[in-house]
């Protein structure tokens, strides 16, 4: 690793007019405040650029690159100060957790998906540097959750930009900073827009007996939504191509089974038809479980493509009833990484050949 120059953030350096902060070779980060108020870093290189959110959850607020703008269609243009879930859902990436996660059952009393989403970082920072595969700038930060008597928790997450490339890497540490041990969850957000026609390849088996479909979260759905959401379950494959017929204007959510290579990683890619392809790569050693979350109704266009997780997204209760809830000693941090954007054609053919490979155990 060569050298790290880190700057410090604070929160009245942020303006309405955007500031660029620093160069590090072709690599760039600026500053600027939405006309919410919401502080946002632009990272840019040459292939495209993306905004972190650095006091509001470290989210990844938009992403493009090769001129494709990757993230959700939702009804925010900008982000939203606020902690509440839905109230600001629109961005690429959020972190979900950490005392729980997911939609809260009648038994619960978290909000949508914990309290990571929108958590007000005390810290954030952007750092350059470089490694064996060049120059890179980052954002990160540091939230402190503490409660009296129930817990104390640290959350840094990281955010990677390299030179000239289409994708970011993605990583989150969380260090428990009681004496005793704490309950955990945790789910990477990742919401593409889905594209007519595109195809979706990942290395997970979709058998009708290794894939479970599920209905989303909806209010008195029509009965053909069922007969849609019972379809998918005999055939999961029926939505490995989006076809503009799908009735997807209610959510479907699809349980699966990853499988890594040789190195650890489970891909998951969605190709569009002009050959470039959104990306999600994560380690199932450290995220298990994997939903897939689809609705396109018009208003909200979005793909979850691979939302790894170390649990399902049913809420604590549920959750600890299947006994999906982790435990991280006390003192210690439990780290998860992945890497999210955009392939270009020639990089979607490998991969899709690449994980082809792994599903047939090549």
Not at 65 to 94: H, N, V
Not at 127 to 152: K, N, P
């Amino acid at each position: 690793m060569g050298i790290q120059t880190k700057l410090h953030l604070d929160a009245s350096y942020f303006t309405r007019e955007e500031q660029l902060l620093v160069e590090h070779g072709t690599l760039q980060a600026s500053i600027f405040r939405y006309r919410s108020g919401v502080c946002g870093v632009r990272l840019a290189n040459s292939s495209g650029r993306l905004v972190v959110l650095p006091y509001q959850g470290q989210q990844i607020w938009s992403i493009e690159f090769a001129g494709q703008s990757l993230g959700m269609k939702s009804i925010f243009e900008e982000p939203q100060p606020t902690r509440d879930f839905l109230s600001t859902y629109g961005g690429f990436l959020q972190h979900c957790g950490l005392t729980a996660m997911g939609n809260p059952g009648p038994e619960d009393a978290h909000p949508v998906h914990g309290e990571l989403p929108n958590a007000p970082y005390q810290q954030a920072f952007i750092q350059a540097g470089s490694d064996e595969r060049g120059a890179y700038l980052e954002v990160g930060g540091s939230y402190r959750h503490a409660i009296a008597f129930t817990c104390d928790y640290k959350a840094e997450p990281v955010i990677r930009l390299y030179e000239d490339a289409t994708t970011v890497q993605i990583r989150f540490t969380a260090t428990n900073l009681r004496t005793e041990p704490m309950e955990y969850m945790y789910l990477a957000h990742v919401n593409f827009r889905p594209v007519d026609y595109g195809r979706l390849v990942y290395s997970a088996p979709c058998g009708a007996d290794q894939v479970r479909v599920t209905p989303g979260a909806v209010d008195s759905p029509p009965a053909e939504y069922y007969a849609f959401i019972d379809r998918v379950s005999q055939n999961p494959s029926l939505l490995n191509v989006f076809e503009p017929e799908h009735l997807l204007n209610l959510e479907v959510l699809q349980f699966f089974k990853y499988l890594a290579d040789r190195d650890g990683w489970a891909h998951s890619i969605h190709i569009q038809p002009d050959g470039c392809a959104g990306y999600v790569k994560h380690r199932p050693e450290q995220l298990d479980k994997v939903v897939r979350w689809i609705v396109r109704n018009g208003t909200e266009e979005a793909l979850g493509l691979a939302l790894p997780a170390t649990a399902e997204p049913g809420g604590y209760t549920k959750e600890k009833q299947k006994g999906n809830i982790r435990t991280l000693p006390a003192k210690s941090s439990v780290t998860f990484e992945l890497e999210a954007g955009l392939l270009l054609p020639e990089q979607a053919i490998a991969m899709e050949k690449h994980i082809n490979d792994v599903l047939s155990g090549a």
